[in-house]
């Protein structure tokens, strides 16, 4: 099973290296615009698929949606260790942030 840091792995490997008629290389040979296109696409169906009870097609919109964030992260310079460490700066915020609505309530 393949993780998230090994697909973004792939990916740069991709973007390095072209594979032409692969479908990385049509979204890098493409440019941002249609990677956009293609995470503002995913999104929506992510929303969508939500919405209706078939987990499956959420999962599989889900992953679609990671996908191409991957390489949205990948043609700006992004890492999947730069996401860690902003979510690890945020640990607790949410909380904090709840408790601190809880003490003005009062």
């Known amino acids: 099973m393949q993780t998230v840091e090994e697909l973004y792995q792939l990916i740069l490997q991709r973007k390095s ?3 032409k008629g692969s479908y990385t290389d049509y979204l890098f040979t493409k440019g941002l615009d249609k ?3 293609k995470v503002g696409e995913e999104s ?3 929303i969508v698929a939500a919405k209706n009870p078939s987990d499956d097609e959420f999962v599989y919109e889900v992953s679609d949606l990671v996908y191409h964030v991957l390489v949205l992260m990948a043609d700006r310079g992004i890492s ?3 996401i860690k ?6 640990e607790g915020l949410m909380s904090k942030t709840q408790e601190r609505r809880e003490i003005d309530k009062l």
């Open 17 to 19: 290296n072209p594979e």
């Open 35 to 37: 990677i956009l296109k």
């Open 44 to 46: 929506t169906e992510v």
């Open 80 to 82: 999947v260790d730069d």
């Open 85 to 90: 460490t902003d979510l690890a700066k945020r």
